[in-house]
């Protein structure tokens, strides 16, 4: 069981890092972003999380690439934790995944569009991990206590909360950083997706857009604004990318975001 206790509302200076790629595209490349993205919160001193996911069951066109195939996905996620002597999260799609998934890695992630699906956050409390729960980009920051009861209520209270935009328009994402401060009134850590919230969906080519330049804004508003941590989605190449490449950070500028990160946090 991964322990979220030390995250709530800590004061140590050292907020949660989950990062990782998007996908797993490979058998190789996600040990190489894991160990860099380790290397860095083990300098900073930051609590880290991997994560990527084993498949993308929710894509704009048929023919995008959703993965590497279920097991295999999930046996490089379980070996990237083991290897690398560091917890893992990744996002299941049904009630009928959870069980699967969690023989795989440390945290059960519940995606935006699923967050109200009482079936999946019942299944994912009864495996007994650590669930992360984001919110719906359709959802207010008061709804989602509805989905901590749902999970705490079968029986699990090891809960996180990510905020990561809400929809404004057809094409586009806002944050609203009061949704912090209400979120964590769930008495449970509410980390911030500072790149899933610059993106610009529905685009024409069916292919989501971004805007990776605000990265940075994002991830100062919600450490100013008292998030338990952020959850960064990056890669080497991010126009290379298999999935959500366009707004992903690139690999080698994570080391400059979070110094100028822990120089805010310890400023509050």
Partial sequence: MYNIEKLKHTDTGNFLLIAGPCVIE???????????????????ELPFIFKASY????????DSFTGIGDKKGLKVLQKIGKQLDIP????????????LAAKHVDILQV???????????????????????KKGQFLSP????????KVK????????????????????LVVDFRGIPVMQ????????????????????????????????????AAIASG???????????????????ANMLQLEKLEELIVKLKRIRHAL
Avoid: W
């Fill in 153 to 172: 209520d079968s029986g699990n209270p090891n809960i996180m909360v990510t905020e990561r935009g809400t929809t404004f328009g057809y094409q586009d």
């Fill in 88 to 99: 893992v999260i990744t996002d299941f799609h049904s009630a009928g995944e959870a069980r």
């Fill in 227 to 245: 998030a338990d941590g952020i959850f960064i989605e990056t890669h080497p190449n991010p126009s290379q990318a298999k999935s959500d490449g």
């Fill in 26 to 44: 490979d058998e190789e490349s996600p040990f190489e972003i894991a160990r860099e993205l380790a290397g860095v919160a083990d300098k900073y």
């Fill in 111 to 133: 995606p935006a569009f699923l967050c109200r699906q009482t079936e999946i956050l019942v299944a994912a409390a009864n495996t007994g991990k650590t669930v992360n729960i």
């Fill in 185 to 220: 009134q769930n008495n449970v850590p509410v980390i911030m997706d500072i790149t899933h919230s610059l993106q610009r969906p529905n685009q024409t080519s069916g292919v989501t857009g971004g805007q990776p330049g605000m990265i940075e804004t994002i991830g100062k």
């Fill in 142 to 149: 008061e709804a989602m206590t509805f989905a901590v009861n």
């Fill in 55 to 62: 498949k993308k069951a929710n894509r704009s066109r048929l």
